[in-house]
Antibody
Framework: EVQLVQSGTEVKKPGESLKISCEGS????????IGWVRQMPGKGLEWMGFIYPFDSDVRYSPSFRGQVTISADKSISTAYLQWSSLKASDTAMYFCVRLRTSIAARTYFDYWGQGTLVAVSS | DIQMTQSPSTLSASVGDRVTITCRAS??????LAWYQQKPGKAPKLLIYKASTLESGVPSRFSGSGSGTEFTLTISSLQPDDFATYYC??????????FGQGTKVEIK
């Protein structure tokens, strides 16, 4: 059974750094793109970026490039999303997702993690 | 960028009703469209891909249709478990995805 299990809720202050995680299991972790989707409170879904763990190729949405860093440790089947300096506007639920195919073209999100709530407030 | 517009934003319906949600793309996306269901506090769940292919395990009361720029998600007989928010998503490009703004299906 494919599972994506995310790290827990984070409460941080503006300016702090943060790294959240997503562990994949039940499939070949290195052979599927895995990435992140943001959902701000009461709002819709926005894709942030994806990584191919096999070779660490990363694709960012133009909206998030330079704002976050996506990485992966294939030895422990875990993907990460990190911020160097959080802002209040980063407050949101973050979902990790897997792409259905090994090519990041014309493919959709087939499995989702349970979500990690990030709250940033002074 | 391809924009996706869903209508309506909110839909009030009763158990047993036939429900239709529309999703329009700002340019042709062939049938590269998926539908997701999200319940409050939960992750979205894939329902349909390639505009009309039902994901494994999804009840057959859900169906999708359309191509080009106009798509629909239909629930043939609304069940209590179906009250949720539904999102369409285009995946026409390379490393490019856009979601609609969502349609909330609520109890009438």
């Amino acid at each position: 059974e494919v599972q994506l299990v995310q790290s827990g809720t984070e409460v941080k202050k503006p300016g702090e750094s943060l790294k959240i995680s997503c562990e994949g299991s039940g499939y070949s972790f290195t052979r599927y793109w895995i990435g992140w989707v943001r959902q701000m409170p009461g709002k819709g879904l926005e894709w942030m970026g994806f990584i191919y763990p096999f070779d660490s190729d990363v694709r960012y949405s133009p909206s998030f490039r330079g704002q976050v860093t996506i990485s992966a440790d294939k030895s422990i089947s875990t993907a990460y999303l990190q911020w160097s300096s959080l802002k209040a506007s980063d407050t949101a639920m973050y979902f990790c997702v897997r792409l259905r195919t090994s090519i990041a073209a014309r493919t959709y999100f087939d499995y989702w993690g349970q979500g990690t709530l990030v709250a940033v407030s002074s | 960028d391809i924009q996706m517009t869903q209508s309506p934003s909110t839909l009030s319906a009763s158990v047993g009703d036939r429900v239709t949600i529309t999703c329009r793309a700002s340019q042709s996306i062939s049938t590269w469209l998926a539908w997701y269901q999200q319940k409050p506090g939960k992750a979205p769940k894939l329902l349909i891909y390639k505009a009309s292919t039902l994901e494994s395990g999804v009840p057959s009361r859900f169906s999708g249709s359309g191509s080009g720029t106009e798509f629909t998600l239909t629930i043939s007989s609304l069940q209590p478990d179906d009250f949720a928010t539904y999102y369409c998503q285009q995946y026409n490009g390379y490393s490019q995805w856009t979601f609609g703004q969502g349609t909330k299906v609520e109890i009438k």
